[in-house]
């Protein structure tokens, strides 16, 4: 059949000529008008064999999750599980519903749904890349940075094995970015190192980016932002190239942070409403929260501390359970607004719940809470709270 041939209304030759170059993938719907006129299954089309009736529900499902059809893969994935008869059968299809629930900023569900797929299965996550991908991210998403690595150092090694270069750059990737939220920047400089070495041709752009992403992000997290600015753009110009949406977003949120260490806050505010409107209205809430956690720093700095406290205590309860570590930031912004009209009570409070949130993360964020936290202590006459305050900020700093 020619390519007119082959087409239909909503899916015209050029469309076809794209597919087959690579270049866009159809719809589930669209694969199964194709498979229909071509007298095969959808299944067929996505992956060369017919299955059984619950791995193909499984298939169709992870096809619609990578279009992010989020809503029929969620019913597909429970159909699937709900007839799923074997282990393996189970195993993926709670895997698949922990991904749902990952891409629904529930990383708590995630994490519960996949550990059930892994004590359901004789197989090993690691041979499960997307599930083994979702359960790290989940975890360190929820400052759990031992198991993320743990999940990420068994998929880097299976891998390595099995001699599949491209999955383990992505997980070396990943492997270093847990260890950048953990401040090793040496071990994450050594990891996307060897990530380089195992891909350095690749042409996949979301790799590269990620690369650049990373390395941004350790310049940020050592204050080096003109450094950090460097790689951050690079990332993003990759990023801007591709229909990634959802990194891209991510992108103008680092660049964003990047702008206000830099003491630029509107071209902070820019970065924001760009990643803003790439989400969309129903794009993910973690995303826009991160983004909206961003225009509350920026507006502090252009003296719209009112606006910015009520934004940063909105995102604050969004980020509660999903990413503790910027919730603790968003408490420290309205704790710093509060500060600045003079409410010390409510201000201690709210440091004190900071605290509480970056503790799982040291880094400078906590050191400034410490700081503006004995600070605070000490003009209320509380000298020897404030000691024990600065006690904590010593061991969290260590040995000079």
């Given at each position: ?17 794209r ?48 279009l992010?059809e ?11 599980l ?10 993926r299809?709670?895997?698949?519903l922990?991904?749902?629930?990952f ?5 708590r ?7 059930e ?14 599930a ?13 940075l ?53 891909a ?22 050592q ?38 260490d ?79 009209l ?6 201690l ?15 400078r ?9 004995a600070q605070?202590?000490?003009?209320e ?15 969290v700093?260590?040995?000079?």
């Open positions: 059949m020619s390519q007119r041939q082959l087409s239909f209304p909503g899916c015209s030759p050029a469309y076809i000529s597919i087959e170059a690579g270049d866009r993938i159809p719809s589930l719907q669209l694969l199964r008008e194709m498979g229909r006129r071509l007298g095969v299954s959808e299944d067929y089309l996505a992956t060369g064999t017919e299955r059984g009736d619950e791995i193909a529900t499984v298939i169709q499902a992870e096809l619609a999750l990578r992010d989020v809503e029929a893969a969620t019913e597909l994935y429970e159909a699937a709900e007839r799923g008869t074997t282990p393996e059968e189970r195993s299809a709670l895997a698949g922990g991904q749902v629930a891409r629904r900023s529930d990383p569900t995630a994490i519960a749904r996949i550990e797929a892994r004590s359901t299965s004789r197989d090993r996550l690691a041979d499960q890349p997307a083994a991908d979702t359960l790290g991210r989940a975890y360190a998403m929820i400052d759990q031992d198991a993320a690595m743990a999940v990420f150092n068994e998929s880097l090694t299976m891998a390595e094995d099995r001699g599949d270069k491209v999955e383990a750059a992505r997980f070396a990737v990943l492997l270093a970015n847990a260890h950048i939220d953990a401040l090793n920047f040496t071990e994450a400089e050594r990891l996307l190192q060897h990530a380089l070495e195992m350095p041709d690749s042409r996949d752009p979301i790799l590269r980016a990620r690369l650049y992403w990373s390395q941004s992000r350790i310049y940020t997290l204050q080096k932002p003109e450094q950090a600015i460097r790689y951050a753009k690079r990332a993003l110009h990759i990023l801007e190239a591709t229909e990634h949406t959802e990194y891209t977003a991510r992108a103008y949120q680092l660049l964003a942070h990047i702008e206000l830099r003491d630029r806050p509107q071209e902070a505010i820019e970065s924001v409403h760009r990643g803003l409107e790439l989400i969309g209205e129903e794009g993910n809430t973690l995303d826009r929260a991160l983004l909206v956690l961003e225009e509350a720093r920026a507006l502090v700095q252009v003296g719209e501390p009112e606006r910015a406290a009520s934004l940063a205590m909105e995102v604050a309860g969004l980020l509660e359970n999903t990413r503790p570590h910027d919730a603790g930031r968003g408490y420290m912004l309205v704790a710093d607004v509060y500060d600045q003079g409410e010390r009570a409510k201000a409070e709210l440091y004190e719940l900071a605290a509480q949130r970056l503790e799982a993360q040291p880094g964020y906590l050191l400034d809470v410490y700081a503006k936290l605070l202590l000490e003009d006459g509380k000298k020897d709270e404030a000691l024990e305050v600065l006690k904590r900020a010593v061991a700093r260590g040995p000079s």
